[in-house]
Structure formats: C-alpha cells, structure tokens
C-alpha cells in the first residue's frame, strides 16, 4: 500500500534535548511537508521541500531543522532552541509543487516535551 | 492568503445529506477550492478539490457557485465514519512556490444515528 509513515506516534522528551521525528513516503511524491498543529487550532507550515536536498522555511521554522537526502524521507528535528515544542507534528506530500494539487498526510507523531 | 468562512459546526442524521458551507469571497481567479477533513489524533485527509465547474468523485461533491465567492461539498449519505472537522481552503496555482495549507477552524460535523 502507498502512503506516507511517520514514527513513532508518540514521543516524550525532556527539556533542552533534540529529538528527530520521521516521515517517509512510498507514492514517488516530490514535494514533502511538516506541519504543527496545536489543540483546537489549524495547522501552521514548519518547512517544504520541493525536490531532493533542497527545502524552503515555512512560517514557523525557527528551533526546527529538517534534510532532504531522499525522495521519500523527510525527517524533522525539533531542537532545544524550539521554545515550545509540545505539539501535534504532520508529516504531508504531494506530487509536485504548483499545480493546486493535493497533499496528503501521515497519522502525525504527538511529541511532549517536559 | 484569502480567507474562508465556515460554520463553527454543523449536525446530520445518519444516511442523509449533507451541506457543507464554505465563503471565500476574496478568492482569486487562480485559487483551487479544496476540502480537507480530519478526526480526531488522525492527519487530515483530503476530500475534493476544484477551479469552477462542480466536481465529484467516491467521497463527496463540490458546488461552486457561478461567481466562485461560496462553495458547498455535499456528502450524499452521512455515515458515523463522516463525523470529522472539515476545512474549506484556497490554494493558489502558482509555479515554484509552496503550497501550505492554511487551515482556518473548520466545521465539526456531527452524525446522529
């Protein structure tokens, strides 16, 4: 079955360590995508990625790092300088940027951070 | 990013219709309508999208208004599998750029059986 995987599905850390959340996808997708989603809000754009090694900031990327060394893995890492990681993470791709296409999502790594 | 307005929430009977409002009267002449829903601890999950004419496909329909300022996704026959959060959302087409996704707080949709 195509899809996109993340893990794992929750994630405890505590203060001031890095943690590094996975995403891979097997639908030959070239863009990638991780978003934030906090309680009762919509979601909000970390970093993209349009192409192997190569990725763009989102509105939110500061205290997150990302690569882009395959086409099908994107991994995140949220750094200590993150000041309030605690959050709900998703992973997404779509086929490729700038056709209004759709994205379609992993089931999300809920990581809390102590 | 154009702005949509949604229903804060919205109630169904189980095997009926329903009508999902969506307003974006600022949307420009190259901004895709898509609809997104999600459950609750699950990744959101694509629905439909379309430019002008109505689409539809196994999950949903979507009406677009003729002056693109409202459209509606219709679920022929809600199922308790359909109660979800739904998101209107615009998309522009443009190359080269990217395509976040902008969710506003939806519609909760509620399905009685």
């Known amino acids: 079955d195509g899809g996109i995987t993340q893990s794992p599905k929750y994630l405890f850390r505590k203060e001031g360590q890095n943690v590094t959340l996975s995403c891979e996808q097997n639908?030959?997708?070239?863009?990638m995508y991780w978003y934030r989603q906090d309680p009762g809000q919509g979601l909000r754009l970390i970093y993209y990625?349009?192409?192997?090694?190569?990725?763009q900031k989102g509105d939110i990327a500061e205290g997150y790092s990302v690569s882009r060394e395959k086409k099908e893995s994107f991994p995140l890492t949220v750094t200590s300088a993150q000041k309030n990681p605690t959050a709900f993470y998703l992973c997404?791709?779509?086929?490729?940027?700038?056709?209004?296409?759709?994205?379609?999502f992993g089931p999300g790594t809920r990581l809390t951070v102590t | 990013d154009a702005k949509t307005t949604q229903p804060n929430s919205m109630e169904s009977n189980e095997e009926e219709p329903v009508h999902l409002p969506c307003n974006h009267s600022?949307?420009?002449?190259?901004?895709?309508i898509h609809w997104y829903r999600q459950l609750p601890s699950q990744g959101p999950e694509y629905v439909i999208h379309?430019?002008?004419s109505n689409v539809n496909n196994r999950m949903a329909s979507l009406a677009i208004a003729e002056d693109r300022k409202s459209s509606t996704l219709i679920l022929h026959r809600a199922t308790l599998r359909d109660a979800a959060v739904y998101y209107c959302?615009?998309?522009?087409?443009?190359?080269?750029?990217?395509?976040?996704?902008?969710f506003g707080k939806g519609t909760k949709l509620t399905v009685n059986p």
């Open positions: 997404a791709s779509s086929i490729r940027p700038g056709v209004g296409g759709e994205q379609y």
């Open positions: 639908l030959n997708h070239d863009a």
């Open positions: 990625s349009q192409i192997v090694n190569d990725f």
């Open positions: 600022t949307i420009s002449g190259t901004d895709y």
């Open positions: 379309g430019l002008t």
């Open positions: 959302i615009l998309i522009p087409q443009r190359g080269g750029g990217s395509e976040k996704l902008v």
